[in-house]
């Protein structure tokens, strides 16, 4: 693309973003956020405030809860448990004590002695 090319394509986006900036000089509600920001920087400067002071007091909660939260702490995975029946060569692997098999086994031979199963 030559130089001439690219300075027109330029010159031609400067001239539509003039135009919507234009736009928006004569929108009813920017100018009301205009003046709301100048009012509200006037106030704060009167009092000797910053941006920081405005929210904490429009929400106290927000600043307060990341002080007393307790920081939550990831649990601890289970890990996983392998049982081997020596009279039948079924294997069971279980994460908790809450395993069918595991409990059959228990009750049939005792909990002592199928803890003494796992590998």
Known sequence: MSKLVEYRA????????LAELEAMKNDKRLNQEIEFERKLRQLMDGYGKKL??????????TGRTKLLAPAKTKRRERQVKRYK???TNEVVETKGGNH?????????YGAAIVDSWLQ
């Open 10 to 17: 330029l010159e031609q986006q400067l001239s539509e973003q």
């Open 52 to 61: 920081g002071d405005i929210i904490s007091l429009l929400q106290p909660s």
């Open 85 to 87: 029946n020596p009279h």
């Open 100 to 108: 069918k098999v595991l409990k059959a086994w228990k009750q049939e």
